[in-house]
Structures are given as C-alpha cells and as structure tokens.
C-alpha cells in the first residue's frame, strides 16, 4: 500500500505523545562509541558498522543482549544528560509534545552506578527541554522482570528520596517466564505510594499476561499487548475499559513478533473500539522515532486520516498529564485535524 503524500505530511505534523520509550533504546551507536571513549569504556565491537551490524534480531532476547551492552558506557551524569537530550531533539523534530518516558535504574545500579547519577542526569535533560522547546515530559521507573520481586522492591526503595522526579513504574525486560504475578507486591506497594503503574504484557507473551497485568498489577496501560488480539473477550474488555495499548510497530517488525507490518493487529484493535496508540519504543536499534513508526504503519495498514486523529488523541488521552494540560493538547490535536482537513465540497444554497 502507499501512502499518500498530502497524508504522510499530515502525520509527520501532528502533535503526539510518546508513551513508550526507553532511554537506554535511544543510545545511537554514534553517541555508544563517543561515550565509550570519554569512558574508557571497551566495547566488543570495533565501529559503529560492526555494533550497527549486530542490530539483526531473531526475538526480544537476541535484542535485549545487545541493548544491555549498549547502555554499558553510560556511566555520569553527563552521560545520562546528553543521551536524553539527544531523544529530546529527535523527538521535538518529529512534533512530540509531550513524552513519558521509561528508565531502566537495574542496568545500571547492577554495574555500580548510583541511582541518583541516573535520575539527575535524564530529569535534568529534562527540565532543560521543558524551557527550550516546550516540550513536557514525564519518568516511568520499570523494573527488570527477569530480576527477582526482592531486587525490584530494592530498587523502588533506593528511588524513594526521587519520588517527586517519576510518576510511575513500569515492568520490562524478558516477558516469557517472567509472569505480572512474579511482581504483585512490589507493584501493590507501588500503588500505595500513588504511582501510576504500567507493564509491558502480550508482546512475546500470550494474552492471558495482559490480563494478569490489569488484575494482579492494576495497571493502567499495556506497553505492547499486541497478542490481546488472540482473545476476544479480552480485547472487549480492554475496549470497555478503555485501556491503552501502547504499540510500537517497527519494534515488533524487528523482534518478529509481526515480521510484516501488513499482518500487525493495530487496525484490527483500532476498530474493535481499543485505545491503541503507536510509539518508538527503541529507537535508536529498530529503525526509527517516532514519525518512522507511524509512516510505516500507515504504510503497511488501510489506515486513513481519522485513523491518525484518533490515534494521536488517544496518545494524549492515555497520558498521566494532569487534565488541563491533557485538554489543551488534546484541543491542539483537534484543531489541527480539523484544520487540515480538505476543504468542505461548496454547497448550494437550497431555500
Ligand atoms: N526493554 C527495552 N525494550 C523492550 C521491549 N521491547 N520489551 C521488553 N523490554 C524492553
Ligand atoms: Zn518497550
């Protein structure tokens, strides 16, 4: 299928939030070798060609492997910093407004780094984008699900004194032997400390861990969720609830989880009334930010114009923003949908 021009402008334009990136997946294998060298840091790859040419993934672990030794030469404040202003600028030019955005502090504690060296550094970048484009943003802390609940609750407790520098906690790594239950009372007490929850569930996993997500770990959104399409009554409910899927097409591609894009289940969920929404999850390792992932999928889906309206609402609409900041954006989608759409066809005047 291709995509129409005046279309893919369109979607290029639109404001949109970003639910679903990880900080360590925007590391550009440019800035893994800079850092490398301001580090010391010795890399098992000899140049950006060679790590470049190891990003051909066979599933979610193949890649995992790689993105944790990418996220290995981060190791200062500084370095936390410019990797995120990097995403920043990346994302502002793809006309993302507003972007909450996933940490990942076991990969890097695990190496010795101190947590608040992790926090500083991102949350720094920014409040820094806040002034100088505009853009709004939040931090979702995930936990690493291949880790034990007891490492987990570790980390949650050594973030506590940063409590008002994240919103959230979210769950990744591993999905398959990994179940949400492995993790319902690190996020019961999340809950208790008035953090937003989110999980990645239904992306190699089956459905039923999309439902467990929303059961046992009450979250309010699904990162991925994809494979909630093998189970209507769940995709009914997820609609009746009005659950978003946050849905990252080019890594789903990459990991094969939908080798291709024209087989992914993001229309059909659309339809079937869900809150899908569409993000970059790692960019810097599947190809593309965020405007790459929605031109793709658009691409590769019978997606239309209110298609793309009501996927960049449902990105604001799914967001922890607070109301009245949600309404302005959501107004500012409006109105430009509205305004870009082809001229009304000249009625004649009937008496
Ligand atoms: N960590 C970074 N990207 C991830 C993904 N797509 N799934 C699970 N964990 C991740
Ligand atoms: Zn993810």
Redesign the pocket.
Known sequence: MTLDAALAERIRRTPKAELHV?IE?TLEPELIFRLAQRNQVKLPYSSVEALRAAYAFTD?QSF?DI?YAGASVLLTEEDFFDMTMAYVERAVADNVRHAEIFFDPQTHTARGVDIEIVIDGIADALAQARTQYDFSSSMILCFLRHLSEEDAFATLEAALPYRDRFVGVGL??S?RGNPPEKFARVFARARELGLHRVA?AG?EGPADYVRDALDILQVERIDHGVRAIDDPALVERLARERIALTV?PL?NQK?KVYPDLRDHSLKKLLDAGVAVTIHS??PAYFGGYMNANWEATFEALPLDAADAHRLARNSFEASFLRPALKAEYLTEVDRFWQSASPPEPARTATA
Request: net charge negative.
């Open positions: 990880h997946g979610l995992l993105y990744d790594s999905e990645h992306e990252c890594s990991l999850d790692d």
